[in-house]
DNA sequence: TCAAGAAGGAATGTATACATTTCACTTAAG
DNA sequence: CTTAAGTGAAATGTATACATTCCTTCTTGA
């Protein structure tokens, strides 16, 4: 994918197009905060990161105002930004809520129709699913691989939606903290397997136009995954030493106490 | 000019207390804009606002960054903000997606449970809403008392969601520009009959603990409304004079075409 | 020893000056 | 007359200085 159309300036710098430092900041921070770089309830201090970014503290707050917007950090009058934490009942709860919009979104798909494009990536994501959950196993890297068909294949459906509201509201949804994509991929193989024969369901009933069953099929699909999540946190609280995200186990577990206020 | 050491905040103007400017003019824009203040798709500039509301820029800037994240305006990096605009499609979709998200809202209520305050505030609203709708015809303020009745009653559900996502989500569902509340008690009187009689239901589903009950009337509930407002739009579109909203109507009506872009 | 209060530093909130971009208008060329 | 480029004002983006709040710590008194 090459550069848009238009564009004057951004190719001098030689580095990514960025409108202003605010915006670029903004994105470097929601990375950031979205790959753990940041510990859940870690304050964030201005100068901190002015210093470290070589910016000014005003484009800093006006990231950190945008990023508050969004969920991913919160802001106290007078004391400052921290990274927002996610109790174990949030992010189910976060789970619960996406589960109605992706269903509502699907219906919204089905209704309005799938372009060549969405389907497209659609059925190359059921394609190379398909192939990659043959094996007898995934490797670290196969999970992560998967992890990427299983996001083309839901923003595919998101951007079918047609709704700017709905759009905003599923990345919100999927933006808590260090535990959303993370953990998708760190379930049992058949599992995954399951998951995906739900995607070919659902697009196929978005084929045939039926809204009411890719509605109904999507947001069993998703509650699928928070009850595989609620699972895995309960086997994380039994057992401590598994393997699998120590960092989210930090992130989540038993930090209610600890909160700002 | 040291004005900042000649008077305090708050002092000249008299208002609430308020943390900080930032939040204080937030909230008075945010009213503003809702009341219909400025036109959808109006630009706001910084200045003219600083110059108004007798704050420098920095406040400014910060409220209008905070409302653009509620999705009440829309920032393009360098042009400016502007009120965002709805369109008669946008405004559909955002009831759909508040059904949703209020039947769900519904459900949990059911299952966490109502505690009393919650419970007095609701069934205070149904006896208010039961004396007032006996009347033959609703006076203009009759329509006004029972919107906030009707706003009591899905606030007190919200509440008892106990959902922090699920209640911003709400929020911003709600806040499609001049069209929600006004809109909604300028119906037929035999629709909020119907509509409060709906709440009976609902209540009753909650207090028996039947979840899906309440997820499956909620969402109806609401989705009525969006029929109601669907309906509304296409006399409004072929009777231009109708008494109700002239203002909603300038809002919403052919301004797809005069987007910002 | 403990508690309450004062003082200091450090962080955020605000104001303002400066830099950059945008947009409209003018002007000149085709 | 139309179109294009240039110029200027005005608006937004950024940097920085100052004001206010908060929090820690030290002191002082009981």
Redesign the pocket.
Known sequence: MHSQSDLQ?GARTGELDAP???VSITEQLRCGILAGDFQPGE??????LSEKLK?????I??ALQSLAGEGLLR?I?????YVQEFSVDEIVQAYEIRATLEGLCAKRAAQLGLNAEDRDIIERALREGDLLLQKEELSADDRSIYGEINAAFHSAIHRAGQSRMLRDMLRVSQQVAPSSHRNVIAFELRDVRRRHDDHHRIYESILYRDGGRAELLMRDHVETVKISLIRSFSREATSPDGAVSSRTAKGVSSREIRRVK
Chains 1, 2 share one sequence.
């Open positions: 300036d202003t430092r605010s304050r964030i201090y201005e100068v901190n910016v000014s503290r005003t484009p707050r006006a802001h009058p007078n004391r400052g930004y």
